[in-house]
């Protein structure tokens, strides 16, 4: 079988009962805009003129990207926007909590429109600022809250974050997060039997990190399952634990898996696999290097003409790559092809009815952040960008 034979089941059309829950793809994408709204999504924007700036994240689609001022993760998206104060309009061609990591970072006077109010991320509602509250009190009654730091990766809700700002807590990225686990840790050394960390909401990159670069031992990280009462775990376990892992996953990174790698590696022995640390530990563990978007884009770049890559993360952007880099052969690391369904309710139609509404005078679809809410979040976002070292990217 060749490397372009992998089986691969069309987006809708078949399922991997292996998955994790709640990554199903439940149908086909929509079909492709009418070419008449390039033309009128050109003609808006060119209207609005320097009063709009407009975001797009790697994981856009082709249509939508191609009006982007800017493309990136979506930290660097939020300051670019914070970048430039002269633009009235924000519209961030993403997810919410992307457009809510916006509206703290630039000017009360700039206004965040995201196209589609629905464009959600899986992975940011598995934390809910109740459940973590709740979860908070549960530590203090098993006597280990004053020796918890919350870390919550930038794919999270304003209001956790906020969360994490209130209680002595700090954002990351997935190219800093093990600079932010290191001053988490530092932050309760001086107490007996040292820091412990709870990780939101993504547990992969929180297991990868601690593990992989950090050197934490697989059983010091213990899962937090917020539908369960005391998470599912006993008291004995919480307080043996380093780690304290949020039952949380991308819906996207969350499928690849590690025997499509095995397979890979079978059939095409010079084969590089790339992934994205927010995969599975066992998929991680399998692959030649792991590292954010940028890191992704980056590599690919760098490679080699001839080089054979298989990517394990979102597939629009993996499409992107290859298109842009005839020269090497690069495939998706998945059998069941899944675009990020949140991330693709952006698509043309709705940037045309954004940007159409914001030259007749309407803003619609506004994102924003409350300023008790703001003014936490800042504090762990902060805290961030004054760690040393490595740079604050996805």
């Known amino acids: 079988m060749s490397l372009?034979?992998?089986?691969?089941?069309?987006?809708?059309?078949?399922?991997d009962l292996d998955a994790e829950r709640g990554v199903e793809c439940p149908g086909?994408?929509?079909?492709?805009?009418?070419?008449?709204?390039?033309?009128?999504?050109?003609?808006?924007?060119?209207?609005?003129?320097?009063?709009?700036?407009?975001?797009?994240h790697h994981y856009q689609r082709d249509e939508v990207i191609q009006f982007a001022d800017v493309t990136g993760d979506s930290f660097k998206l939020a300051r670019d926007a914070a970048a430039r104060p002269d633009a009235e309009f924000i519209v961030f061609c993403g997810v919410h909590f992307m457009a809510e990591s916006a509206d703290i970072l630039t000017s009360p006077s700039q206004q965040v429109v995201l196209p589609?109010?629905?464009?959600?991320?899986?992975?940011?509602?598995?934390?809910?600022?109740?459940?973590?509250?709740?979860?908070?009190?549960?530590?203090?009654?098993?006597?280990?809250?004053?020796?918890?730091?919350?870390?919550?990766?930038?794919?999270?809700?304003?209001?956790?974050k906020a969360f994490c700002g209130r209680n002595g807590g700090v954002v990351c990225t997935s190219s800093n997060a093990e600079v932010a686990l290191e001053w988490a840790f530092e932050q309760k050394a001086h107490l007996e039997g040292g820091a412990k960390v709870l990780f939101l909401p993504d547990q992969h990159l929180g297991r990868n990190t601690a593990v992989l670069q950090m050197g934490i031992a697989l059983e010091e990280g213990v899962v937090w399952d917020p539908l369960q009462p005391g998470g599912g775990l006993s008291a004995e376990e919480v307080r043996d634990a380093r780690m304290i892992l949020w039952k949380g996953h991308c819906s996207v990174h969350g499928r690849f898996s590690e025997d499509v790698v095995d397979e890979l590696r079978a059939q095409h022995p010079g084969i590089n696999i790339l992934v994205h640390p927010e995969c599975k530990h066992e998929v991680v563990l399998k692959a030649d290097l792991v590292g954010s978007t940028e890191f992704i884009i980056k590599t690919i770049e760098a490679a080699e003409p001839g080089t054979v890559w298989a990517i394990g993360t979102e597939l629009n952007l993996v499409k992107r790559l290859a298109d842009a880099h005839p020269d090497k052969t690069i495939v998706f690391l998945d059998r069941n092809v899944c675009y990020c369904s949140t991330m693709n309710r952006i698509d043309l139609p709705h940037l045309v009815w954004a940007l159409e509404n914001l030259v007749a005078g309407t803003v619609v679809n506004q994102v924003t952040v409350d300023p008790e809410t703001e003014a936490d979040a800042l504090v762990a976002l902060q805290r961030m960008l004054d760690l040393p070292g490595k740079s604050h990217r996805d």
């Open 4 to 15: 372009v034979d992998l089986p691969l089941l069309p987006l809708g059309k078949g399922r």
């Open 28 to 56: 086909d994408l929509p079909a492709a805009s009418d070419p008449g709204l390039v033309a009128r999504a050109r003609a808006a924007k060119e209207a609005l003129g320097e009063r709009v700036f407009v975001l797009g």
């Open 116 to 160: 589609d109010l629905a464009a959600g991320c899986s992975m940011a509602d598995m934390a809910r600022l109740r459940q973590v509250e709740d979860a908070w009190d549960a530590m203090a009654d098993a006597g280990i809250q004053d020796a918890v730091v919350p870390v919550t990766y930038m794919n999270s809700s304003a209001d956790i």
